[in-house]
């Protein structure tokens, strides 16, 4: 009787999600997330305690893969997991550093190929709280801290790829390098075999039971436990079969307002937004899909303490600028320690591009693709007011002769003025529509100056150069 109850109350409330999530329309539901256009990306979990180095040796390519390139078995791997205890993590000042960036968002590995939960999960028992001496759910303040801070909240989930919860995938990279043992060619060699697996206990349970078993139940944890979600972000869909695709899927329906990516299982379930990884695309690449780079801060995602390699807040600034200006948005990866601090470096570059985004994210928020495509010297992002236009011209470079020509505009200019200190800017218009703007002698801003040029009534959508 009580099951039958209980059976009746879950079909009637999935059938509410089902209607409301046919309720929104794409549009509607993207709409937060195409004004956000800045996100942070969080790759956390035990493979922060190694930080790149197992037995000795620094292990090639990304942190958080270490366990796959160093072929750590199952159990050596588990036993290293108990000893997390993240005593510094501060979930709160995270979320405010993330929005002190300018960041809108937060998408974080609540489990990554590892296996391992960052949150309480009847399904595995390899999560924070029943593995580990810190014994808490961490994603739980976390998401209780965004709700406090206007941050919209998402989650990373490895569907496919698990090398700790037996039946998952596991993608065999086909260098040696890195690998610390000196059987490497004989694990090699078993791992072709195996279909990228290097331990027996892998391959204890077939996919169909890792995804229902694992899979599928933790996704419902995640989708019913943690509040409004706002982004869930698959990854590596390799071995992924359309069954399991549509198991996963049909959950989404928990959270009506849910935007996903295109890694679910490729190409019959495309999601909401393409994911170049690591790269901007070239404007010829653009088809009008939603899209969303993410990128590293330095050379990994997962922590690797001896990983120095930076891109700098200029950079990182015209990254921004140029997705803006081609359409996306930006996910830009922390890495937080194994205590649960993010890196110095990585604050460092996060107040730098809060500090610019304070003066000039009025040129990324809400923004739409340029209308001319690139210039030489810079990025325009525009945004419709009331009145007319909002032109953002970014100067990458400041032109040795004071002008910025501007073709094809016929609409009047009102108003041109620097972001960074708000001094008005001379602009001349010749019959032809083409605009000149005359700069002061100085770049006010070295990391990367903003003018803003106000005109009449809408801009095409292109124009030609
Ligand atoms: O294998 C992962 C990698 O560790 C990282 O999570 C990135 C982020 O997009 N996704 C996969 C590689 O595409």
Not at 9 to 36: H, N, Y
Not at 199 to 213: G, H, L, M, P, V
Not at 215 to 228: H, K
Not at 323 to 339: C, D, H, R, W, Y
Request: net charge neutral.
């Amino acid at each position: 009787m009580k099951r039958t109850i209980i059976a009746i109350l879950l079909t009637v409330f999935l059938g509410q999600s089902l209607l409301a999530q046919e309720m929104l329309t794409k549009d509607e539901r993207m709409a937060w997330w195409r004004e956000a256009r800045f996100g942070m990306f969080i790759h956390w979990g035990v493979y922060a305690i190694p930080a790149g180095t197992w037995n000795g040796r620094q292990i090639g390519n990304i942190g958080e893969w270490i366990m796959n390139r160093a072929k750590i078995p199952m159990m050596d791997y588990q036993n290293m997991a108990k000893e997390f205890n993240p005593v510094k993590y501060d979930p709160e000042a995270w979320v405010k550093m993330a929005k002190d960036a300018g960041m809108k968002y937060i998408v974080i590995t609540s489990k990554h190929h590892d296996g391992f939960a960052l949150f309480d999960s009847e399904a595995s028992k390899f999560n924070v709280v029943d593995h580990t001496v810190y014994g808490k759910d961490l994603l739980k303040p976390l998401a209780e801290a965004c709700k406090k801070h206007g941050i919209k909240l998402g989650f990373y989930y490895s569907q496919a790829q698990d090398w700790n919860n037996p039946g998952g995938t596991a993608i065999r990279r086909l260098t040696k390098e890195g690998w610390p043992n000196p059987d490497s060619v004989i694990i090699d060699a078993y791992t072709k075999e195996h279909k990228g697996h290097w331990d027996w206990r892998q391959e204890t349970k077939t996919f169909e039971q890792y995804i229902d078993d694992v899979a599928v139940p933790q996704v419902r944890e995640l989708l019913t436990n943690y509040g409004d979600l706002a982004v869930l972000w698959w990854d590596t869909p390799s071995g992924m079969t359309d069954e399991a695709a549509e198991k996963l899927q049909a959950l989404l329906a928990l959270q009506p307002a849910i935007i996903t990516n295109d890694r679910l299982k490729r190409p019959n379930f495309p999601g909401d937004h393409k994911t170049p990884e690591q790269r901007i695309p070239n404007l010829a690449d653009l088809d009008g899909s939603d899209w969303e780079t993410c990128m590293t801060m330095n050379g990994t995602w997962g922590y690797k303490s001896y990983d120095k390699n930076y891109k700098t807040p200029r950079t990182l600034i015209r990254n921004l600028v140029d997705i803006a200006s081609k359409g996306g948005n930006f996910l830009l990866n922390v890495g937080p320690t194994a205590e649960g601090e993010f890196p110095a470096e990585s604050i460092e570059i996060l107040e730098a591009m809060g500090k610019w985004m304070k003066i000039n994210g009025e040129s990324v928020y809400g923004t739409k693709a340029s209308p001319w495509g690139l210039f030489p010297w810079g990025r325009c992002t525009r945004k419709e007011t009331k009145n007319g236009t909002s032109l953002y011209f970014s100067l990458y470079e400041w032109p040795a002769d004071g002008k910025l020509v501007i073709p094809g505009l016929s609409a009047r200019v009102v108003s041109a003025r620097l972001l960074a200190d708000g001094s008005k800017i001379k602009t001349t218009t010749a019959k032809n529509g083409t605009i000149t703007i005359t700069l002061p002698q100085n770049d006010p801003d070295p990391l990367l100056t903003v003018i803003r040029v106000d005109v009449r009534g809408k801009v095409a959508d292109k124009i030609a150069q």
